[in-house]
């Protein structure tokens, strides 16, 4: 069954650094495909926090993780990364990644993973 798979949450203290992977299985054409990173905390809505396009290596983040966070991907390990620098309580939440639609607006996705969960606590 094709998938895409999280990794790389944990418990963080504020300042402290985290990198996300986003892997896909099951043998879906991943290279065709945005991938989206939107994380949720409780009691608040999804925000989309970084897209990757499929194609000319076009990113997009929110204002909220502009400057601190960087995506990534590797086609050739059907993979995305999501490098969290300076992490902040706020930064708190799971997050989950997409494949589908380029953008930060939740819109069509063919595939998404289960999330990773994100603390950042002192």
């Known amino acids: 069954q094709a998938q895409l798979v999280e990794s790389g949450g944990g418990l963080v203290r504020p300042g402290e650094s985290l990198t996300l992977s986003c892997v896909a299985t099951g043998g879906f054409a991943f290279e065709w495909y945005a991938i989206t990173w939107f994380r949720q905390a409780p009691g608040k809505e999804r925000e989309g926090i970084a897209s990757f396009a499929a194609t000319g290596r076009r990113t997009m983040y929110s204002d909220s993780v502009k400057d601190r966070f960087t995506i990534s991907r590797d086609n050739s390990k059907n993979t995305v990364y999501l490098q969290m620098n300076s992490l902040k309580p706020e930064d708190s939440g799971v997050y989950s990644c997409?494949?589908?639609?380029?953008?930060?607006?939740?819109?069509?996705?063919?595939?998404w993973g289960q999330g990773t969960q994100v603390t950042v606590s002192s």
């Open positions: 997409f494949a589908g639609d380029y953008g930060l607006e939740y819109s069509n996705y063919d595939y």
